[in-house]
């Protein structure tokens, strides 16, 4: 286990000394920039400010459709804190909050779990070319938990409430009581960055750590899921092609009328009702409305939209139909490979041991160390030759960043070699 700054084990830490404080705002509740006038003063004042920028943003996750942030939160020495509405800026990106980003694009950012956020704040403008990761540096360090509470506690002796993370963040006005929560979010950010900045350097963790943060930059903004309707909760329950046209179908039909009213897709229908219309088929708006998904207002009220979704499926022809299971990009499910495919089970348990190894000498998590979608590629089939190089040259085409390959490729290959 990786030690604290003071010499401790984190499991230890929290087990001495007196209980922690509630945090405070030091500086108060700030009042919310709604204006260009307040937020080109919040930006001089945030550019005049030294070191890091510590930035958080509140979604309304559940409720609306799009991940766009509506409440910005970001601190920094020498400006204390500011909280932006993005709101009464209009149409998101836009050259104010553009220019709040130019200002600090330059500067870290310091984020907990930042690819909560990072595509949120990318949709209004704001996106940075530095980072540094709370929550991905203490699964650097491997502490057992590493939500902001807990390492804010466990390392700088300050207890936070959470009670208003699963919020509305889309309301107006917003409560005072969710803004100084959010407003708690980044107070103590960069100190917390600092002391994991300690430990990873300590750890002579420092570097896989600045070449992690660089690639969750990289991947802010990910590309669309392929079948993205295949992800409907119970859709394992519908049975047949034609089935699972109908879901396809409802899905799209639901998707695009979420996306027009900027609403969570489940405020619309939920994925029970796509089910209940997949496994029954129905022919009429009567028999649809019988379906208890469609028993509320939404799915009385949009069902003519749905009823041609379902019209539309049940008219494909047999080539049209998608197949019942998506479109490998990579190898099979591994659970199937050792009735099936022997020789590969055997590389994939040998590689896995490897990987587990290293990871308890490293004091790292293994998915950390590598990623389980890398040992499934390297192990289906693996590079022709067995060596070291084209191990890691496999290793990095899966996404392995080159602190993983470095450690990683060789202990493989040998153990690739040794099946052989």
């Not at 601190?75 to 209009?90: C, K, N, Q, S």
Request: aromatic fraction near 6%.
């Amino acid at each position: 286990m990786t030690e604290s700054a003071d010499g401790l084990a984190p499991s230890d830490s929290a087990d001495i000394g007196p209980p922690a404080a509630p945090l405070t705002l030091r500086d108060g509740l700030p009042k919310v920039v709604a204006t260009q006038r307040e937020l080109a003063e919040s930006t001089a004042a945030l550019r005049a400010g030294g070191g890091p920028v510590a930035v958080d943003a509140e979604r309304a996750s559940g409720y609306r459709y799009s991940q766009r942030a509506y409440l910005i939160q970001l601190r920094r020495a020498g400006a204390a804190t500011v909280l932006i509405d993005p709101v009464p800026f209009g149409d998101v990106p836009n050259d104010a909050l553009a220019s709040l980003g130019a200002a600090l694009a330059d500067q870290e950012w310091v984020l907990h779990a930042a690819s909560q956020d990072l595509a949120g704040l990318a949709e209004v403008g704001l996106v940075p070319t530095r980072l540094f990761d709370t929550e991905l540096a203490g699964r650097l360090l491997n502490y057992p938990r590493v939500g902001l509470a807990v390492l804010v506690e466990e390392l700088l002796g300050y207890s936070m409430r959470k009670e208003h993370s699963a919020v509305d963040w889309s309301r107006r006005p917003l409560p005072e009581s969710w803004l100084r929560y959010a407003a708690l979010d980044v107070e103590l950010l960069v100190e917390l960055r600092d002391r994991l900045a300690e430990q990873l350097d300590a750890a002579g963790k420092s570097e896989w750590a600045r070449q992690e943060f660089a690639a969750r930059v990289e991947a802010a903004l990910p590309g669309p899921r392929t079948d993205p309707w295949r992800r409907t909760a119970g859709i394992h329950r519908v049975r047949g092609r034609r089935g699972l046209a109908i879901v396809r179908a409802m899905w799209r039909t639901r998707d695009d009328l979420a996306r027009s009213r900027d609403l969570a897709p489940s405020k619309v229908l939920r994925d029970d009702a796509l089910v209940q219309a997949a496994q029954a088929a129905p022919a009429s708006r009567p028999a649809l409305l019988r379906l208890a998904g469609f028993a509320n207002r939404s799915g009385q009220r949009y069902a003519k939209e749905f009823l041609s979704a379902v019209r539309s499926a049940l008219a494909l022809t047999d080539a049209e139909l998608p197949t019942v299971a998506m479109p490998l990009d990579g190898p099979p499910p591994a659970r199937a490979w050792a009735a099936k495919h022997p020789a590969a089970a055997a590389r994939l348990v040998a590689c896995r041991t490897v990987v587990s190894e290293l990871a308890v000498e490293l004091d790292l998590p293994q998915e950390n160390l590598l990623s389980p979608d890398a040992v499934r590629r390297l192990a289906w089939p693996p590079p022709q030759s067995r060596s070291g190089d084209e191990v890691a040259q496999a290793l990095a085409s899966f996404g392995a960043r080159r602190w993983q390959v470095e450690l990683t490729a060789g202990p493989l290959a040998e153990a690739l070699a040794g099946l052989d």
